[in-house]
């Protein structure tokens, strides 16, 4: 029963890291009909920051406390990574908006792979230890442990899902990103500058994958160039398992994926008798995917795409 | 024009979550005819034309092309049984030559495949010659041959529509159907697809048109079903349907009387 | 391009002569290079083997408009099928089950006889290379199947997951039953033999095959026999585009569902694309096996899939010259940065201060941006509109009109 519990976390805090970027990728689906692939790697790049951010304080002021450093880096990390996101648009995906699917997915690619190189020469090819900070014990749930980083991960993609549920449902942006997500030519005809919108969609989803990776490094204590492809495909198949373009759909979808993996992961030997083990565990998430587009494409929660006619 | 029924079509229902579109509409031709579906906008006439070739699933309905029963699961069975379409917004190969375009429609009728594609024997020689030869033949007989290596984008409308036709013959159809060809033609274009449609019917085919220029309608078809809501108001000859109170009232209102 | 000119219908003649030069100029190639080491015409195998991949791929993106980014899959299960039939590691294998379900085991045993138990299965390059089309052909229909009628993006998505799917399989099924030797990768891998002669060179020869009396180094005889095999796929792969199968795949990339009212079984066509694609790419995976004597899983990764793709999609999409120039460059890019800028930089700056690793990431990545924004049908696009992928979209999805 405490594995239970124990995977049961596991997965949770998993999967708020999968919902966190899930929500980028459903999010630009949702208006511009396209995978972003390099949202995965705008994470690592919010990692990477993350860490240089918090290696700095600790040279230049190791007297701060491992949460003050941590609230710092996520606060650097974010806007570099809407940056980044903004920039992206901006200079190889507007020109696209109009195209044949294959060019922009093509360029998402080679800004995946740009993205990672930058890193590499930048951070070099090594993976980096990412420090402890948040050195208090760990919490016992009835025999499963949780660390202080992971509650606080928790704790942070709890807060980042509502702050972004109040501005989608209550705010002027969030209806103009609805209105747009669902027919941009009319939008446009309501008054609504579907641009600035798309940049704030971008700047969002980015902010967001920011902080799952400045967490990331802290859960997992090092990162490295390659950091973003494998969470952020996984991501995606969490947004479309929880149906693509639809704000619950990534928070769920990502969520149940992390539950699914960590679940799958411990108890697929004892499914296949020994055949398969952990080390499969990546293999879930694209079997999910698979089924999800086979049985149900539109997701748990249906997907809202714009209608492009 | 004899006696055998082409297409006999009944009691078609579809439903589109809360909207009925069709209620027990079915439609009978006979061998040679030129046969019409006419109704106000929203009737249900495409939604019809994509029910018997197999664009959309119907709830229920018996499907017969030929005396043999045929099913409308999907739009290539449909047209290897032998109904051939037009689309109401030309469905055209647009960045392929006119000439490829009816060969594309001799698809359903060849059956060279890999092997044929790779090593061009004998027999894949000759099938791509015949498919070649028909399809001249086919752009002549509608009266655009001289455009065979054109690209199909660049036709103007009119042809594009006779180019469309073409096409759908080149499937040896038994029953042709048309969705609207003449949207969009002015008077002589109409005059024109006219005698083209004649041109086909003397040939032998039979002909199932949805068209919205009653005056055309009347002129040309042997029959018409008018459909209004979904449902079949009228059928029998141009002459009566003109005369129908419901189908006035349909068109023009209750006030017309 | 002005000089060689290979449009056979435009005017056959001038297009038979270019295609004439060009293979005089491919055949007297290894000899020249010699003159600089073996190591340019090994370079040029491995591109070969890429032009391979690319023109396989050709089909499936070019032809039939579908996107794969997980096509290093079916190169994976060939070259993997050649080291499980071509090695010693059937004897591995066998000796894992004989571990793990000893009755199974000792029943394959007494079934084998102790040569394989011995010395593993050594299927002829005859047999291996038919049995590796087909078997990732079956993989390529059983993705496939249930896949192609997803619109373009999520099929991308769900080929690229097939594709890590058999990569991490690769890289994990060695316990409980070593099938693959994880990690590790297969070894030993038997090279080529056609006709008695092995390609790799007779034993304590430095490599050299002979041929009679006459005597070239490995990497030559490896480089006619890829070189005739890339000629045979291009023959192919030209004949498949002008047919009634090429234009059935065109007419689907066009309009769809214009292609279904006509008879077209657009299901059918489509698999069969992805079929013989990945059956291609099951054959260059055997070539690969045995030229390189090992597999393991690092050469299948996702950057390898993209690799081929932008081979594919930057030389010129859907046209086959286009793509193997597109194989050509990008596959021999590496190669000259590493032997060219390292050096340079040494020189002028003292030091190197981007590796050729980096350089060669930084370039494909600049190079898909750059010239998706500025070119998307590719270097060298095909003359014919209708095979260019603006011509059509590659995801035209299954849903209806009015």
């Known amino acids: ?309 | 024009m004899n006696d055998t029924t082409i297409l006999h079509i009944a009691g078609v229902n579809k439903r589109f979550g809360g909207l009925q579109a069709l209620t027990d509409v079915g439609i009978e031709i006979k061998q040679g005819q030129i046969y019409g579906l006419i109704g106000p906008n929203g009737a249900g006439k495409t939604t019809f034309f994509n029910v018997i070739t197999g664009l959309y699933q119907p709830d229920s309905g018996t499907f017969e092309l030929d005396g043999k029963p045929y099913s409308p699961s999907a739009p290539h069975a449909v047209a290897k049984a032998g109904i051939a379409r037009t689309f109401q917004n030309i469905r055209l190969f647009g960045e392929m030559t006119v000439l490829e375009n009816v060969m594309v429609g001799r698809h359903v009728r060849s059956h060279q495949g890999v092997f044929g594609a790779i090593f061009r024997h004998k027999a894949a020689r000759v099938e791509e010659a015949s498919i070649r030869a028909r399809a001249q033949e086919l752009l002549d007989f509608v009266g655009i041959g001289q455009f065979a290596d054109r690209t199909a984008r660049f036709l103007s409308y009119g042809d594009q529509r006779r180019l469309e036709i073409a096409r759908a013959l080149a499937t040896d159809p038994k029953l042709l159907a048309l969705d609207e060809p003449a949207a969009g033609m002015n008077a002589t274009e109409k005059n024109s697809l006219r005698e083209l449609l004649v041109k086909i019917r003397q040939d032998g085919k039979t002909v199932l048109l949805i068209e919205h220029d009653v005056k055309l309608m009347m002129g040309l078809c042997d029959r018409i079903t008018v459909l209004e809501y979904g449902k079949r108001i009228a059928e029998g000859v141009p002459a009566d349907i003109v005369k129908n109170p419901a189908v006035i009232e349909a068109y023009l209102g209750a006030a017309h009387q | ?402």
């Not at chain 1, 919010?46 to 701060?64: E, F, N, R, Y």
């Not at chain 1, 941009?184 to 609504?192: E, T």
Request: proline letters at 5%.
């Open chain 3, 1 to 402: 391009m002005a000089l060689l000119n290979f449009n056979v219908t435009q005017n056959p003649r001038r297009a038979y002569t270019s295609m004439a030069i060009l293979l005089a100029l491919l055949l007297v190639f290894p000899f020249f290079a010699a003159q600089f080491g073996n190591s340019w015409v090994r370079i040029i195998d491995i591109a070969l083997l890429y032009i391979m991949l690319a023109l396989g791929l050709n089909i499936v993106v070019g032809f039939a408009g579908l996107l794969d980014l997980g096509y290093i899959a079916f190169f994976a299960v060939g070259a993997y099928l050649t080291g499980l039939f071509a090695s010693p590691q059937f004897a591995t294998l066998l000796e894992s089950i004989v571990n793990e379900y000893p009755v199974v085991g000792q029943s394959l045993i007494a079934i084998m006889g102790p040569d394989i138990v011995a010395n593993g299965i050594h299927l002829s390059v005859w047999a291996v290379v038919p049995l590796a089309a087909v078997v990732a052909g079956f993989f390529g229909a059983l993705l496939g199947a249930p896949t192609l009628k997803l619109r373009g993006d999520y099929l991308a998505i769900v080929t690229l997951g097939f594709g890590e799917i058999i990569r991490i399989f690769m890289n994990n099924l060695n316990e409980p039953i070593n099938f693959t030797n994880g990690p590790q990768g297969i070894n030993l891998i038997d090279p080529i033999r056609i006709f008695g002669v092995s390609l790799a060179g007779e034993q304590g020869s430095n490599s050299t095959v002979m041929l009679g009396s006459y005597g070239m180094p490995s990497v030559n005889a490896y480089y006619f026999l890829f070189l005739a095999l890339t000629i045979a796929i291009i023959f192919v792969t030209s004949r498949l585009q002008h047919s009634r199968l090429g234009r059935a795949w065109v007419a689907i990339r066009e309009d769809e569902i214009a292609a279904k009212a006509m008879g077209i079984n657009t299901r059918n066509v489509k698999l069969l694309a992805f079929t013989m694609g990945a059956s291609f790419g099951g054959v260059a995976g055997a070539m690969f096996a045995s030229f390189q004597g090992f597999v393991s899983p690092e050469s299948f990764s996702l950057t390898e899939s993209i690799a081929v793709l932008a081979m594919v999609v930057l030389g010129g999409i859907g046209h086959i010259p286009g793509v193997v120039m597109g194989g050509v460059l990008l596959a021999a890019l590496p190669e000259v940065l590493r032997h060219g800028v390292e050096p340079l930089q040494q020189a002028l700056f003292g030091k190197i201060i981007i590796e050729s690793e980096v350089l060669r990431q930084l370039l494909y990545g600049l190079a898909m941006v750059l010239i998706m924004l500025n070119r998307p049908a590719g270097l060298w696009p095909s003359p014919k509109h209708e095979d260019r992928p603006d011509a059509a979209e590659t995801n035209k999805g299954t849903g209806f009109p009015a």
């Open chain 1, 1 to 309: 029963m405490d594995t239970f519990i124990q995977q049961i976390l596991n997965g949770l805090v998993l999967g708020s890291m999968y919902a966190l970027i899930a929500l980028g990728y459903t999010m630009v689906y949702g208006v511009l009909n396209l995978i972003n692939f390099a949202h995965g790697d705008v994470m690592m790049v919010g990692a990477m920051v993350g860490l240089s951010v918090i290696m700095l304080l600790q040279s230049v002021a190791p007297g701060l406390p491992g949460y003050a450093d941590l609230a710092i880096a996520i606060a650097v990390a974010v806007p570099a990574c809407m940056l980044v996101n903004v920039i992206i648009e901006r200079i190889a995906y507007r020109r696209l908006r109009n195209a044949p699917r294959l060019a922009p997915l093509i360029t998402a690619i080679g800004v995946s792979l740009l993205l990672q190189t930058f890193a590499m020469m930048i951070w070099g090819r090594s993976p980096l230890p990412f420090p402890q900070l948040l050195s208090g014990e760990p919490i016992q749930i009835g025999g499963a442990v949780i660390s202080q980083t992971q509650v606080l991960l928790l704790v942070l993609a709890a807060l980042a899902m509502v702050g972004l549920v109040f501005l989608v449902e209550r705010t002027k942006m969030g209806r103009a990103m609805r209105a747009v997500a669902e027919n941009p030519r009319v939008a446009g005809l309501m008054g609504v500058n579907a641009d600035r919108v798309i940049v704030a969609t971008f700047a969002i989803g980015a902010g967001l994958a920011a902080v799952a990776g400045v967490m990331w490094g802290a859960n997992y204590a090092s990162i490295t160039f390659t950091l973003g492809i494998l969470p952020g495909m996984k991501a995606f198949c969490a947004a479309v398992l929880g149906g693509i373009g639809n704000i619950y759909g990534a928070m769920i979808g990502g969520i149940l994926l992390g539950l699914i993996e960590s679940l799958g992961a411990g108890y697929i030997g004892d499914l296949t008798g020994g055949f398969l083990g952990s080390h499969y565990q990546d293999i879930f998430a694209f079997v999910v995917l698979i089924l999800v587009l086979t049985v149900r494409p539109s997701g748990i929660m249906g997907e809202r795409v714009a209608d492009r006619a």
